[in-house]
């Protein structure tokens, strides 16, 4: 397995607009395939320590019921089945092992490695500490990140995993997350209001697992790419992301995979139920790690609060 560069990829790299339409597709680089499942759809797990801001089965429907909305396109035939709550803290890890038992998880992070891993530890530098010590690897202002293992030579997804940032910021801050259905919170110690809105987060999150990447200008996308705190409107797929799921993913129609030449299917062992490699013009297989996240949009009215508010 070879794992990009940064975690963070640029989306000018990973990005390419499909001619007359809004939504855009991940892709395996510059001029690379479009990214997508040889199954429709894909399993997952939910990661048994939740958030501490919500209820576990109150967070976990909301999760549940972020993958039903992208299941729900009646024009395509995705379907995400559960594979039950992963209660094994050894298993709360991102990434794809070959020939593993991967499962593509979905969990929150509550430390920053900024403060777990040891002062010096090369995998500041690098890369690597959220798996080395559970924590969270990425900026503090992205509020969950997807990343994806897939095949560079088709395209191929292999492994898709979500995480959600409920770690410290660097100002002692963090995101709140909750499953309310409004209104917005306006002030720190209200309750029963919205601030992150799970449902709304991962139902954007799950449009990457798929291969859908942010939008350029299409702001009432669930895949544009910014969330402000109280922000609910992704939990519902715009017509750019019912267009994509029906272009990429057409009902009793073949796959998009923005190949020129066929692909033939191959089991791969990769320990996805029903899961299956691709080959193309005989070319070996290739894994990288990509990842697409939600970035929280500051309020300019906002002159106090949680960091990325």
Not at 47 to 69: C, E, L, M, N, W
Not at 101 to 114: E, F, G, I, K, Y
Not at 277 to 289: N, Q, R
């Amino acid at each position: 397995m070879k794992r990009g560069a940064v975690v963070l990829v640029a989306l000018a790299v990973l990005s390419v607009a499909a001619p007359a339409r809004a939504y855009l597709r991940t892709t395996a680089g510059t001029g690379g395939p479009c990214l997508f499942w040889s199954t429709r759809g894909h399993s997952f797990m939910i990661d048994a320590q939740g958030t501490p801001d919500v209820p576990a089965a109150t967070a976990f429907d909301a999760i549940r019921r972020s993958f039903q909305t992208w299941a729900g396109v009646s024009c395509s035939d995705l379907t995400f089945p559960e594979l039950g709550i992963s209660q094994d803290a050894a298993d709360r890890k991102v990434g794809y092992v070959q020939n593993g038992n991967n499962r593509n998880l979905v969990l929150w992070r509550t430390a920053n490695c900024r403060a777990a891993a040891p002062p010096g530890d090369a995998c500041l530098t690098s890369g690597g500490c959220g798996n080395k010590y559970d924590c969270w690897d990425h900026d503090d202002k992205v509020i969950a990140v997807t990343t994806t293992t897939f095949n560079r030579t088709t395209g191929q997804i292999y492994d898709a995993d979500i995480e959600l940032n409920s770690s410290p910021h660097s100002d002692g801050s963090r995101f709140i997350f909750t499953a309310n259905n409004g209104p917005a919170c306006v002030t720190p110690p209200q309750t029963g209001c919205v601030r992150y809105d799970i449902q709304n987060t991962v139902t954007h999150e799950a449009g990457h697992s798929i291969g859908l990447d942010h939008p350029p200008d299409h702001q009432e996308a669930t895949m544009w790419a910014f969330a402000p705190e109280g922000e609910i409107s992704k939990r519902v797929l715009a017509q750019d992301d019912i267009n994509a799921i029906c272009d990429i993913y057409p009902k009793g129609k073949p796959t998009s995979t923005c190949l020129g030449d066929p692909i033939t299917m191959v089991k791969t062992g990769s320990g996805e139920a029903g899961g299956c490699g691709c080959s193309s013009g005989g070319s070996p297989l290739e894994v990288i790690l990509a990842a697409l996240g939600l970035y929280a949009l500051r309020r300019r009215a906002r002159t106090s609060g949680p960091a990325g508010s």
